[in-house]
């Protein structure tokens, strides 16, 4: 079993500044992607921000130059910096990974954190 836990969210003024982790944790021998996805209320989930193992990033238009991912393989870790921040930012952001969990297994898995939410409001 793998779990993907969130930390970091919360409220923010406009222009502001938050940085979102996310851990992942059980039976994992590699992880490939790690990402960013958002979803705000009467919308459909959208990729914010996804890096590959090798470190390649890629970014959603409305976030480049603000946001910035990065990972730390050697703690299965995934940050979002998140700056200048704008109330269309607001979401659920969640974390996702593609992992293959055992040596054995010839494909990988998608698994997804539980959520953690980003307001930005004055």
């Known amino acids: 079993q793998v779990q993907l836990v969130e930390s970091g969210g919360g409220l923010v003024q406009p222009g502001g500044s938050l940085r979102l982790s996310c851990t992942a944790s059980?039976?994992?021998?590699?992880?490939?992607?790690m990402g960013w996805y958002r979803q705000a209320p009467g919308k459909q989930r959208e990729l914010v921000a996804r890096i590959i193992s090798g470190g390649s990033t890629n970014y959603s238009d409305s976030v480049k130059g603000r946001f910035t991912i990065s990972r730390d393989n050697a703690k299965d870790t995934v940050y979002l910096q998140m700056n200048s921040l704008k109330p269309e930012d607001t979401a659920v952001y969640y974390c996702?990974?593609?992992?293959?969990?055992?040596?054995?297994?010839?494909?990988?898995?998608?698994?997804w954190g539980q959520g953690t939410q980003v307001t930005v409001s004055s």
């Open positions: 996702a990974a593609t992992i293959r969990p055992t040596s054995r297994d010839r494909v990988e898995f998608k698994y």
């Open positions: 059980g039976l994992i021998f590699s992880i490939n992607a």
